[in-house]
């Protein structure tokens, strides 16, 4: 078969899934759950794959499912992505009324169009012509939340990374990967359309304790040494470095106090607060983050507190390698047209498959089909077909493009790639992170 074939015939076998696939992602859609937690998801996930025939492993990163379609030789591996968990989101009508979980992400369409590519792939029983495997995996954690949940996993030695993508890198399980993609929604996007090109900040976490000394708020505040006031002057440092942060960096800091003190009549002397230091790239991040540690440390110093800077490994930027992404988007044009495949600029949003592109070739296109804001309440999938079906045939028609003619071009754009970091170095770069922590 010549590779127009090919495409044809997996395409011709997603839509003769289309119901399957699209049940899948909607029973996904009403039972959410959140990182770390995404049992029944990753079961059902497990469930599909074994009735497909799929060879696969289970638990990984506690939740995450991986299986390998080989081809007739396995020159090189591309996995196709899909997040398990859900984002809290209380006002979504969908939500777990005890979780708050919700859909609202649309992760769920995520690992509908993952396996739409297994049934592509599957029924069409082209793999015989791949010099290559296709990898699907479904990866948990990728919303940033519970933090307080993730922080026990990490002290009982459950995972190091509040990133699921982050934690199966530093477990190896990336390690016989050479590329991945994967495709998220657009908000307010009805249309059946895809973006590509677009790229996404990085952010490091902090969380921030000051210690003062407690006394009567109103008799004997001359012997106290107030805490509060000396995360109100921390605060006020940080402001006053937003002019030394560059237009082009992209740099967001948005601090919140998460306990101000205990009672009214006592001076405070626990005061706690969290951020996020976020940023277009690495060297911008890292610069803007020494920034905000030293106006930190300034109002505490200013009244004489002590403060303690925890920083927590967030997501590096999101850069789409662009030969990959050309691919995909050829395909998307072939599928919806010329005019509904458009180049996206830069968002402040983040997630952990920027972690994955400083490593591997990746991409991270965006498709249509959502009504309403991501999370939000208001986000519903309202066209399956351009949500669940279309990035499923794109991606498939792209690992075909990377795996046939003994996988010449995955190995030309695996050749290209000048990767950020080693595994080795990625690691090291986050424990150098977390052995600094400030006092």
Same mark, same amino acid.
């Given at each position: 078969?010549?590779?127009?074939?090919?495409?044809?015939?997996?395409?011709?076998?997603?839509?003769?899934?289309?119901?399957?696939?699209?049940?899948?992602?909607?029973?996904?859609?009403?039972?959410?759950?959140?990182?770390?937690?995404?049992?029944?998801?990753?079961?059902?996930?497990?469930?599909?794959?074994?009735?497909?025939?799929?060879?696969?492993?289970?638990?990984?990163?506690?939740?995450?499912?991986?299986?390998?379609?080989?081809?007739?030789?396995?020159?090189?591996?591309?996995?196709?992505?899909?997040?398990?968990?859900?984002?809290?989101?209380?006002?979504?009508?969908?939500?777990?009324?005890?979780?708050?979980?919700?859909?609202?992400?649309?992760?769920? @369409?995520?690992?509908?169009?993952? !396996?739409?590519?297994?049934?592509? %792939?599957?029924?069409? =029983? +082209?793999?015989?012509? #791949?010099? *290559?495997?296709?990898?699907?995996?479904?990866?948990? @954690?990728?919303?940033?939340?519970? !933090?307080?949940?993730?922080?026990? %996993?990490?002290?009982? =030695? +459950?995972?190091?990374? #509040?990133? *699921?993508?982050?934690?199966?890198?530093?477990?190896?399980?990336?390690?016989?990967?050479?590329?991945?993609?994967?495709?998220?929604?657009?908000?307010?996007?009805?249309?059946?359309? #895809?973006?590509?090109?677009?790229?996404?900040?990085?952010?490091?976490?902090?969380?921030?304790?000051?210690?003062?000394?407690?006394?009567?708020?109103?008799?004997?505040?001359?012997?106290?040494?107030?805490?509060?006031?000396?995360?109100?002057?921390?605060?006020?440092?940080?402001?006053?470095?937003?002019?030394?942060?560059?237009?082009?960096?992209?740099?967001?800091?948005?601090?919140?106090?998460?306990?101000?003190?205990?009672?009214?009549?006592?001076?405070?002397?626990?005061?706690?607060?969290?951020?996020?230091?976020?940023?277009?790239?690495?060297?911008?991040?890292?610069?803007?983050?020494?920034?905000?540690?030293?106006?930190?440390?300034?109002?505490?110093?200013?009244?004489?507190?002590?403060?303690?800077?925890?920083?927590?490994?967030?997501?590096?930027?999101?850069?789409?390698?662009?030969?990959?992404?050309?691919?995909?988007?050829?395909?998307?044009?072939?599928?919806?047209?010329?005019?509904?495949?458009?180049?996206?600029?830069?968002?402040?949003?983040?997630?952990?498959?920027?972690?994955?592109?400083?490593?591997?070739?990746?991409?991270?296109?965006?498709?249509?089909?959502?009504?309403?804001?991501?999370?939000?309440?208001?986000?519903?999938?309202?066209?399956?077909?351009?949500?669940?079906?279309?990035?499923?045939?794109?991606?498939?028609?792209?690992?075909?493009?990377?795996?046939?003619?003994?996988?010449?071009?995955?190995?030309?754009?695996?050749?290209?790639?000048?990767?950020?970091?080693?595994?080795?170095?990625?690691?090291?770069?986050?424990?150098?992170?977390?052995?600094?922590?400030?006092?």
């Amino acid at each position: 078969m010549n590779i127009t074939e090919i495409k044809q015939r997996v395409c011709q076998a997603i839509d003769a899934n289309r119901d399957a696939i699209i049940a899948l992602g909607e029973q996904i859609f009403r039972h959410p759950e959140l990182g770390y937690k995404e049992t029944r998801t990753a079961a059902l996930v497990s469930k599909t794959l074994t009735e497909l025939g799929i060879a696969h492993e289970t638990g990984l990163a506690v939740t995450g499912v991986k299986g390998r379609l080989k081809g007739r030789k396995s020159e090189l591996s591309v996995a196709v992505l899909g997040e398990l968990d859900a984002v809290v989101s209380f006002e979504h009508p969908h939500a777990d009324r005890t979780t708050g979980a919700a859909h609202c992400c649309g992760h769920n @369409a995520q690992i509908a169009a993952m !396996l739409g590519v297994g049934y592509g %792939l599957v029924k069409s =029983g +082209v793999m015989s012509e #791949f010099d *290559g495997d296709v990898v699907l995996f479904a990866v948990p @954690a990728e919303e940033y939340v519970e !933090l307080d949940y993730r922080r026990r %996993l990490q002290a009982d =030695g +459950v995972i190091e990374f #509040f990133g *699921g993508k982050q934690e199966l890198i530093r477990l190896g399980e990336f390690d016989d990967i050479d590329m991945s993609m994967m495709v998220h929604i657009e908000s307010d996007n009805p249309d059946k359309s #895809f973006m590509v090109g677009a790229t996404a900040a990085g952010f490091i976490g902090k969380s921030i304790h000051y210690r003062g000394k407690e006394a009567h708020a109103g008799g004997a505040p001359h012997e106290g040494v107030n805490a509060l006031n000396a995360a109100m002057l921390g605060l006020m440092a940080v402001q006053t470095q937003r002019e030394t942060f560059r237009d082009d960096d992209h740099i967001r800091v948005h601090p919140i106090i998460t306990r101000g003190g205990d009672l009214v009549n006592i001076v405070p002397a626990d005061v706690r607060m969290e951020t996020y230091v976020r940023g277009k790239s690495i060297d911008a991040i890292m610069d803007a983050s020494a920034k905000v540690n030293r106006a930190l440390r300034a109002g505490a110093l200013a009244v004489g507190a002590e403060v303690e800077i925890t920083e927590m490994p967030g997501y590096l930027p999101m850069v789409n390698e662009p030969h990959l992404e050309a691919l995909f988007a050829a395909n998307a044009r072939d599928l919806v047209g010329e005019g509904q495949v458009r180049t996206g600029g830069f968002t402040a949003v983040s997630g952990d498959n920027g972690d994955l592109m400083q490593l591997m070739p990746s991409i991270i296109p965006s498709c249509g089909g959502i009504t309403g804001q991501a999370h939000s309440r208001t986000f519903v999938i309202s066209d399956p077909d351009a949500a669940y079906i279309l990035p499923a045939k794109a991606m498939a028609m792209t690992a075909i493009d990377l795996l046939v003619d003994g996988a010449k071009r995955g190995k030309e754009i695996k050749q290209n790639f000048r990767p950020r970091f080693t595994k080795e170095e990625y690691l090291a770069f986050w424990q150098e992170l977390l052995a600094g922590e400030e006092k």
